[in-house]
């Protein structure tokens, strides 16, 4: 199962309450650090740094995207997609 949402739709409680086994993170880490969206405790997490601007470049980042969603896919893992920055 794959779930695409943006942090202002869903908690990451809620991401827990789905057992969300696999993340991929979009968006600019925190100024302090570490990833876009939260990492989520015994969650295998893709962390995809991309400016939130039209000009990204989200074509070069797609090969790891989709390795990452198919593999979570052949292990019967639910995955989500979040993006830091607002909705999809």
């Known amino acids: 199962m794959v779930l695409c949402l943006s942090l202002r739709?869903?908690?990451?409680a809620q991401a827990g309450a789905l057992s969300v086994s696999r993340l991929?993170?979009?968006g600019v880490p925190p100024a302090?650090?570490?990833?876009?969206?939260?990492?989520?405790?015994?969650v295998d997490t893709l962390c995809v740094?991309?400016?939130?601007?039209?000009?990204?470049?989200?074509l070069?980042?797609?090969?790891s995207c989709l390795a990452f969603a198919r593999?979570?896919?052949?292990d019967g893992a639910v995955l989500l997609v979040?993006?830091?920055?607002g909705a999809w």
Request: hydrophobic residues 50%; aromatic residues 0%.
């Open 9 to 12: 739709q869903a908690s990451l």
């Open 24 to 26: 991929i993170s979009l």
């Open 32 to 42: 302090q650090g570490g990833a876009a969206v939260p990492p989520l405790a015994d």
């Open 49 to 58: 740094e991309l400016e939130d601007a039209e000009e990204a470049d989200l």
């Open 60 to 63: 070069s980042r797609l090969p």
């Open 71 to 74: 593999q979570a896919a052949a």
């Open 82 to 85: 979040a993006c830091h920055a």
